[in-house]
């Protein structure tokens, strides 16, 4: 028992350092939280996000370099909710512009919480959707309409245990705003082609 003082000393101190970055984690993790939703909220603007998108992923970087050497505060849910948000934030940047997606080691993000931001892209693409059928652009709509289905076809790969990956809810929340939405444009596109119907026939009279 002589060592006891020190033992518990070492102890001591590696849990100092383990609370301190648990600390920063949280900080930091509220920051890319923050950066995310308000490039989503500047993406349905019509603002370029392209700076704010940027900041995310470096502090994602910033996040992922500082719990290296602490794998068990990687995975706790707080960090995992933000990593998720950002992946959210690049995804529908990523429908929108056109171009391909980050892989998730190239966001720097966990395989699930890649999958989980993917499944969480729906909801914000309904809402893209959505602002289509209120311009009238049906097009547009349905274009949105089918990479929400897409995306769902693509969860729909992954039928593992949710102790592996939580994406059962996801899939089933994906599913049941793509059956909403694909009724919407169904019902805007047979309102669509009735007007035109009625334009084409007013223009012979």
């Given at each position: 028992?002589?060592?006891?003082?020190?033992?518990?000393?070492?102890?001591?101190?590696?849990?100092?350092?383990?609370?301190?970055?648990?600390?920063?984690?949280?900080?930091?993790?509220?920051?890319?939280?923050?950066?995310?939703?308000?490039?989503?909220?500047?993406?349905?603007?019509?603002?370029?996000?392209?700076?704010?998108?940027?900041?995310?992923?470096?502090?994602?970087?910033?996040?992922r370099?500082l719990?290296?050497?602490?794998?068990?505060?990687?995975?706790?849910?707080?960090?995992?909710n933000?990593?998720?948000?950002?992946?959210?934030?690049?995804?529908?940047?990523?429908?929108?512009?056109?171009s391909?997606?980050?892989?998730?080691?190239?966001?720097?993000?966990?395989?699930?919480?890649?999958?989980?931001?993917?499944?969480?892209?729906?909801?914000?693409?309904?809402?893209?959707?959505?602002?289509?059928?209120?311009?009238?652009?049906?097009?547009?709509?349905?274009?949105?309409?089918?990479?929400?289905?897409?995306?769902?076809?693509?969860?729909?790969?992954?039928?593992?245990?949710?102790?592996?990956?939580?994406?059962?809810?996801?899939?089933?929340?994906?599913?049941?705003?793509?059956?909403?939405?694909?009724?919407?444009?169904?019902?805007?596109?047979?309102n669509?082609?009735?007007?035109?119907?009625?334009?084409?026939?007013?223009?012979?009279?």
């Open positions: 028992m002589r060592n006891l003082d020190e033992v518990i000393g070492d102890i001591e101190g590696r849990l100092d350092e383990k609370d301190e970055v648990r600390e920063l984690a949280i900080k930091s993790s509220r920051t890319i939280a923050r950066l995310s939703g308000s490039a989503i909220q500047g993406m349905h603007r019509g603002e370029d996000v392209a700076g704010a998108l940027r900041e995310t992923r470096e502090e994602v970087m910033k996040l370099s719990l290296d050497g602490h794998p068990d505060l990687s995975h706790a849910g707080f960090v995992e933000a990593m998720q948000e950002a992946c959210e934030a690049v995804v529908v940047h990523g429908v929108l512009e056109g391909d997606l980050p892989t998730p080691k190239e966001l720097g993000v966990t395989d699930t919480a890649f999958l989980l931001g993917l499944g969480d892209t729906v909801g914000e693409l309904r809402r893209f959707a959505l602002e289509g059928l209120r311009r009238g652009d049906v097009p547009s709509a349905s274009a949105f309409l089918e990479t929400m289905e897409r995306i769902l076809d693509a969860l729909m790969r992954f039928d593992y245990p949710t102790a592996l990956v939580a994406l059962k809810r996801k899939q089933d929340v994906a599913r049941g705003l793509i059956e909403k939405t694909r009724g919407e444009v169904a019902v805007a596109a047979r669509q082609a009735l007007a035109d119907k009625l334009d084409a026939v007013r223009g012979k009279l």
